[in-house]
């Protein structure tokens, strides 16, 4: 799958392993989604 490669190319470039990754991934994007206004959809 293109994500789970996306993953490894991030976790690869970023020099953590594979759940290092994901788990900084899932402590960041919360944040970054609650900044843009907390909505599944917006205006681009």
Known sequence: MKISQDVRDCAAKEG???QAALE?????KPVKFVKQG???Y???
């Not at 900084?24 to 960041?28: A, K, P, Q, R, S």
């Open 16 to 18: 953590l392993s594979e």
């Open 24 to 28: 900084e991934g899932m402590e960041v």
């Open 38 to 40: 907390a909505e599944v």
């Open 42 to 44: 917006h205006k681009a």
